[in-house]
């Protein structure tokens, strides 16, 4: 358990992106459609100064977020909005 | 004594090991609420639910997984659709087969001012599109069917009806309690617009577990409103899928077991598991067809049955035949009306019944002669 939070906490200073849902059945499925397609996508509580929704946001990679939105088309994964938010 | 479980359109038993593991697990090692936080036990949960989600949404082939809402079993599903669809002056059409799961939310509607009409079911139970199609009326909002029929195991041909539904733009409900898991459903080639399922019977899941696939969320109020984990600023029930339908938090650890009982279906696929039941039924039906010591009812044989064979033994009760296999043979039925009424109405079972036996994949060819040659026992010693 250990070893897969220093894993996750490694590389999640590159994902310049948060994502935002309403609600968490489409946060987790978007992690889960993203890594299944080779992204970088890394569950973390929702900022609350982005959003008042569902308890859970996902960080990913901004540079890919048209391939992203296109994705989530494709696997019916409904989001509130896609920030451009940097770990402080 | 051994016992021999014939009472699987009730609830399967046994469960694959999976089924029992992942419950462990859960209550083990994961323990969170889904959606109520972002800490990784409840992570952990919500992925247990949306694993779940999956792969419901996989064998009935729904696209957009959101689509299914869990309750507690079939019935919640059922009413959470009449009560969400149907309001006073609508018309509604359903079938002499159903449950009482259907039959008695619509006889609440009725003094509701909803009306309603019921196509009869010949003898085999079989419902022709016809007979729907002759009650439709110009209101008519919404067809009730069931899929196949929990006291004779007849199948009813759901994508006939779902494409008279779509053609005069009817919402079609369809109960499939006793054939998901064991008949194959494709909700867009049977035009299915609500699916209601239980998880306890053929897709092998632990009771308190069910479900309904929803197409049309604008055509369904939620029948229960609350905490849902999501938009905690509003007090306004949320509008979209699924957690319009989820209030509350849900039988996390039943869906773990139930994720099982689906993945155990799709490894051995649906197909296969339907043919095993076919099987065991003719094996059944040679034992006993012919002899005119029996009644049997259903269309007895074809693939239009589930695994399921009504009986009854001339001149012996059926309480009393279910009571003899139960304490002498070790084997468990299911006997009388099985919250059925018209359903026996229809076959000509009304008010004596019937002893259901039904079997599932775990059932042995060996477990059916059991069964065979103990009524004949039974009808020989009468």
Redesign the interface.
Known sequence: MKRRKRKETGGIGSLEGVITFFGSHHALRAESVLKKKGFKAVLIPGPREISPNCGVALRFDYTAKEDVINIFNEYFVHYEDIHHYPEK | MKLYYFDNAATSWPKPDSVIRAMEHFFHRIGGN??????IK??EA??V??NT??LLASMFNI????RIVFTKNATEALNTTLYGVLREGDHAVTTSMEHNSVMRPFNHLKEMGVDLSVARADQTGTVHVDAIKDRIKENTKLVAVIHASNVTGTINDIEKIGRLCKQRNILFLVDAAQTAGVVPIDVDRMNIDFLAFSGHKGLLGPQGTGGLFIRHEKALDPMTRGG??????KEEQ?V????RYESGTLNVIGLAGLGEGVKFILNHGVESIMKHDSRLLDIFLNEVQGDSRFALYGPCGGPGQTGVLSVNIRDISSSKAGDILNRKYGILTRIGLHCAPRAHGSIGTFPDGTVRFSWGYFTKEKDIIKASRALKEIAGTN
């Open positions: 889904p959606g109520r936080s972002g800490h409840a992570i919500g992925k639910v949306l989600r999956e696209k957009d997984p959101s849902t984990g999501s938009l905690s600023d949320p979209f899928l699924p957690d």
